[in-house]
């Protein structure tokens, strides 16, 4: 790896550690934040989550088409950043009173912020990184797996301050984000580098972004998420209300559910660092399908178990899970798509799928956590995944033609 290219890793890997760590420091205790602070029930966050998503699937292929069309240029970090920095005041002072004032204009304002700085800025941001990493030679897994760990080291305190004040939380999100401006100036990234490549020899054009819809193969991968990978987040958008619900008091649960939630990120970052191995070793789409089994065993299981030990056992498989998922991804649109499309193969394909179907499932579930309970709606969720993921199982593209191609530039 040339000098330049290692200050590139370095830098970027500092920007997704303090990027998730600016997330987790908002988000990691989201839902308790709803249901415990501002006092919303099951239905009422569940539509909260449901206005994220949809304004997240409206910005996603914004920014996969922008990011595709510029290239390297780093105005949609910026954008991102600067929304990052005001979050620590958005949460405060503007948030949590609109959504005490009034549920559905708070979720509206809300969306709007959180889809543009999280929801679709996550998938505009680990797009860019991993087209940096394919011109700079890094796997895209060792810079991603800093991001886990940013994740932990804030939600390791997010339990304890949540319980001194919430908007603790809040301020050092506000804190982080302004290292990101910091590592933005720093950074300096060779604009010509696509050119001399081939990846953008000719211009982007609208009617190469349609030409995907017309593709069975890109549907099939759309099925795949819509059917296994958008459940991730209907299962885990609640699920520190009913893990902290285990717990003698809410305050140790929500103590404890931050000590797990960092554990289990330090070991995602673990198999971040593993997951390429892995996935070049079986395939992208051996790796996809493995990764929705171990996720469907996580959702089941997760409503068998009714004590703290069991449920923080299955909370601990995702460490397995998101980082094949996330690596075979990247992989498999890489190994079968027009890769000059690729930050709107990930942020429409994979992101805005994903978006579409948690808005529409969200308020559902939400509505089913409170009627029925929420290992019941486990089953119901785990049963779902396991099914689309044995139809993924016949219908997503083998490897074999990008098994062959890796052997000729192997040896070439």
């Not at 290239?71 to 979050?87: N, Q, R, T, Y």
């Not at 009034?102 to 959180?114: D, E, F, K, M, T």
Request: net charge positive; aromatic share 18%; charged share 10%.
């Amino acid at each position: 790896m040339a000098l330049g290219a290692k200050k590139n890793y370095w830098l970027l890997s500092a920007f997704f550690f303090f990027y998730f760590f600016t997330w987790s420091s908002c988000m990691a205790l989201f839902s308790i934040w709803l249901g415990q602070d501002i006092q919303l029930s099951g239905a009422s966050t569940g539509i909260i989550f449901s206005a994220n998503a949809i304004f997240a699937l409206i910005m996603q292929p914004l920014y996969g088409v922008i990011s595709d069309k510029i290239g390297l240029k780093k105005h949609i970090l910026w954008f991102i950043a600067g929304l990052l920095v005001l979050s620590g005041p958005f949460f405060i002072y503007v948030y949590g009173p609109l959504l005490k004032y009034n549920v559905l204009l708070g979720a509206i304002v809300g969306g709007v912020y959180l889809g543009a700085a999280f929801q679709a800025g996550c998938g505009a941001v680990e797009s860019y990184i991993e087209k940096i990493g394919r011109k700079c030679d890094f796997e895209y897994g060792k810079s991603r797996m800093w991001g886990s760990l940013g994740w932990a080291a804030a939600t390791f305190f997010a339990g304890q301050l949540f319980n001194i004040n919430p908007n603790i939380n809040f301020w050092i999100a506000s804190g982080s984000a302004i290292c990101l401006v910091i590592i933005l100036l720093l950074m300096k990234i060779d604009l010509t580098s696509s050119a001399s490549e081939g990846e953008q020899q000719e211009p982007i054009k609208m009617k190469d972004v349609f030409g995907l819809l017309k593709l069975k193969k890109f549907w099939f991968f759309v099925v795949y998420v819509l059917g296994v990978v958008c459940f991730y987040s209907v299962y885990d958008q609640q699920f520190p209300i009913y893990y902290s619900s285990l717990f003698d008091s809410v305050a140790s649960g929500n103590q404890i559910y931050g000590y797990l939630n960092s554990f289990q990120v330090f070991l995602e970052a673990g198999m971040m660092f593993a997951a390429p191995f892995i996935v070049n070793k079986i395939g992208a789409k051996r790796a996809l399908i493995f990764a929705g089994f171990v996720m469907s065993v996580r959702i089941i299981g997760s409503g068998l178990a009714f004590e703290p030990i069991g449920i923080s056992c299955m909370k601990l498989l995702h460490a397995l899970e998101l980082p094949i998922m996330l690596i075979a991804v990247f992989k498999y649109l890489a190994q079968n798509f027009d890769n000059r499309l690729s930050s709107t193969l990930y942020l429409v394909g994979f992101q805005f799928s994903n978006a579409i179907a948690a808005a529409f499932f969200s308020p559902v579930f939400g509505k089913l956590y409170d009627s029925i309970g929420f290992s019941k709606v486990y089953f119901i969720i785990g049963g779902i995944v396991l099914t689309f993921n044995i139809i993924s199982y016949f219908t997503l593209i083998n490897d074999k033609k990008s098994e062959a191609t890796a052997k000729l530039q192997q040896t070439a």
